[in-house]
């Protein structure tokens, strides 16, 4: 990409919920710029950023996209984000490298909580947005309803600055009303300016209104004047609406259509006038610093890593520390991106995006910095919170499979993978169950390895509750040597936590010294291999009082057997129990929801400690103690409830004697205790 000059740098990122259209304007965006020949269609799976074969397949974005699209005047990076709220770390990624959001609505579609909720994380952020109604052509389309709903989910700030010339399939254009001046698109992408048609002009005169009124909310000498009936002139208006925007208070309205490539051109101006770029430095010479904000893996070049220069220049060959790991990197080639396209650069200014391959050792969130001790911030992804076994197709797979999952889950922050220690299972936590199934058609793509998914194992142990003694004989006589041991022992429950402990009570010398060590690990090996269902058996004392041997056939061998029987047969007698896990919850929802996510954790055998409302943001946080068997599928099942509003987080609190009807769904071990 040619660089120099005074080319200005915005850096936008579409965000909204699935379907509003973002894609297509990020095509229709490239299609303005002359990036590319023609509009791509999501049917036909033909636009720049949906390319991957999981994306065209399911018809929607998963992973974020750089566009990089530049004239004369402007270098416009857009991130192409999904909408499908499993993907929302896609969005949390880009938010750390813009400085702006295009929040794009349907005009002809309701919205949803999945906008609610992107919009909540922009606030979050205090990230400056515009908001584009695409969709004016479609059948249904109503800017007007859009906009009133608008302002019901985004509040005071949402200022309409246009009007639709047409509807549906007669949509051809816009009137701007701040300068009323009106422009139709025959010629699209090319505006050309009418005089406002008289229809329209009675409208103006009530959006002027509303206008005005988003306008000032974010400034209160504004307001005043406003309230006392004073008239205020354009550039006052135009000045107060830059600053709203700026501090994310005031959020101007624009529309148009992807697919017809109209109002595209006006929502640049916009972007290049009003929208805020990356700040410029003070100093020429500063160190360079940059944060990677995605990585990937590329068909050809391997590893690319999307990266924002924070400040500085960046070059190829610059030498930079990876201040999480103080290792050092060399910078390679540098790139931009359209899409799959690579765009060689010479070098990335302070507030460019740029691609950067063979990093070899830096994960998204890196800071590389000239400067070993910056205080450069992280990016904050959203917990993943539904945790699957992974099983293989083919067993053979397992390794492979692991493997696999890892390097996805260096690309996407929001996968974890680790292994159950137990079923020894491959374990993934994902957002959703779309996240997790998208994940494994990856998977299978990338790596060639085919892999199902189900609920994780619960890590329930077993226990005691009474008192047992016992006596464990090993005794074998094959010919030649043989083998002989005695354990007697008395076991008794400990308290909850106290795991294991082993006293030696033996006297007179009944088991020899040397072997006390062999029978204490026969008892532990029974118990880590499990009780009745195979659970490992805890908070145990275990009194080792009498035994008897032979001063040839003895062995630590047939000591630790004696133990082992000594305990299978003292556990039976001991009124064993299950325990299953019990995990503390925090659950946060707007108020409405709290007497629905009361009801479902109560069908959960939830004990409720706590409930608490915050009168300003209107949120209940519930906390409660609830066993992990129950709360398998609860990111989904909260999802569900609050319309995807609600958060919670899980610890690990303690275990507890399970029910009986819990105990009935297990199954007993079917092999042998001491097989
Ligand atoms: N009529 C009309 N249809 C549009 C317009 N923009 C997008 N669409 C259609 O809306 C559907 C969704 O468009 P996308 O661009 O994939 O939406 P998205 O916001 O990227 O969706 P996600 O990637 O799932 O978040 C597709 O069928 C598009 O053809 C438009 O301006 N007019
Ligand atoms: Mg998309």
Not at 76 to 90: C, H, K, M, Q
Not at 220 to 243: I, K, N, P, V, W
Not at 253 to 266: L, N, P
Not at 337 to 352: A, V
Request: glycine share 8%; hydrophobic share 40%.
């Amino acid at each position: 990409m040619a660089q120099g000059g005074s080319r200005s740098i915005r850096n936008v990122a579409l965000v909204g919920q699935a379907g509003s259209g973002k894609t297509l304007l990020a095509d229709s965006l490239a299609f303005l710029f002359k990036a590319s020949k023609r509009i791509g269609r999501i049917e036909d799976g033909n636009t720049l950023s949906d390319a991957d074969p999981e994306e065209i397949k399911h018809k929607h974005s998963i992973a974020l996209t750089l566009l990089a699209l530049s004239r004369q005047d402007l270098t416009l990076n857009v991130l192409d984000t999904p909408g499908v709220a499993d993907f929302i770390g896609e969005v949390q990624s880009a938010l750390s490298a813009v400085e702006m959001c295009i929040f794009v609505v349907s005009a002809a579609e309701p919205i949803g909580p999945d906008a609610d909720r992107i919009w909540e994380l922009l606030d979050q952020a205090a990230i400056p947005r515009l908001i584009f109604v695409n969709k004016a052509d479609r059948e249904r389309a109503d800017y007007f309803a859009t906009v009133d709903t608008l302002k019901e989910h985004f509040g005071a700030g949402v200022a309409p600055l246009e009007l639709p010339i047409g509807i549906e399939s007669s949509f051809r254009g816009v009137v701007d009303i701040l300068s009323d001046r009106a422009l139709v698109y025959q010629n699209a992408p090319v505006a050309e300016e009418v005089p406002v048609p008289k229809e329209i002009e009675d409208l103006e005169h009530s959006v002027h209104e509303q206008l005005v009124e988003g306008i000032v909310v974010a400034d209160d000498a504004l307001m005043e004047r406003y309230l006392a009936g004073e008239t205020l002139s354009f550039q006052e208006l135009e000045m107060a609406m830059a600053r709203g925007v700026k501090d994310a208070t005031v959020f101007p309205v624009i529309v148009g259509s992807a697919v017809k490539e109209i109002g595209i051109d006006r929502l640049v101006d916009f972007i290049a006038e009003i929208g805020p770029g990356p700040e410029a430095s003070e100093d020429p010479k500063e160190d360079v610093e940059i944060q990677i904000f995605k990585t990937f893996a590329d068909p050809f070049m391997g590893k690319l890593s999307l990266a924002k220069v924070r400040s500085g220049v960046l070059r190829p060959s610059s030498a930079l520390t990876n201040l999480r790991t103080q290792s050092d990197e060399r910078i390679g080639q540098l790139f931009t991106l359209l899409g799959k396209e690579h765009l060689p650069l010479e070098y990335g200014q302070r507030g460019d995006i740029v691609a950067l391959s063979k990093l070899s050792g830096a994960k998204t969130a890196d800071v590389l910095s000239k400067n070993r001790s910056s205080d450069a911030k992280g990016i904050t992804f959203e917990p993943s919170l539904l945790v699957v076994a992974v099983t293989p197709v083919n067993s053979k797979d397992d390794e492979k499979l692991f493997s696999a999952l890892l390097k996805l889950a260096e690309e996407d922050p929001t996968l974890s993978i680790s292994r159950d220690p137990r079923s020894h299972k491959a374990l993934v936590a994902g957002q959703g169950e779309a996240h997790i199934s998208i994940a494994l058609e990856r998977a299978a793509r990338k790596f060639g390895v085919e892999a199902t998914y189900s609920e994780p194992e619960i890590p329930y142990l077993e226990s005691i509750t009474a008192e047992a003694t016992a006596e464990g004989k090993y005794k074998k006589q094959t010919g030649g040597h043989g083998q002989y041991g005695v354990a007697n022992i008395r076991i008794r429950p400990l308290a909850r936590g106290e795991g294991f402990s082993f006293l030696d009570e033996i006297v007179g010398g009944a088991i020899p010294r040397n072997f006390i060590p062999a029978v204490e690990k026969g008892i532990q090996e029974a118990m880590a291999h499990g009780g009745h269902f195979g659970f490992p058996v805890v908070d145990v004392a275990v009194h080792l009082v009498d035994g008897k041997y032979h001063p040839v056939d003895s062995s630590e061998m047939s000591f630790k057997m004696a133990g082992s029987l000594a305990f299978h047969e003292a556990f039976a007698q001991s009124s064993p129990v299950v325990l299953e896990p019990i995990d503390e919850i925090t659950v946060i929802a707007p108020a409405k929801f709290q007497g629905d996510i009361l009801g479902d954790l109560n069908s959960k055998r939830a004990k409720v400690s706590k409930t608490d409302l915050d009168p300003e943001t209107k949120r209940a946080t519930l906390i409660a103690l609830v066993p992990r068997s129950e709360m398998k599928r609860y990111a989904t099942d909260l999802r569900a409830i609050t319309s995807g509003q609600g958060r919670f987080t899980l610890h690990e609190s303690h275990y507890e004697i399970a029910p009986p009807t819990v105990v009935s769904k297990l199954q007993p071990r079917k092999d042998k205790p001491n097989g």
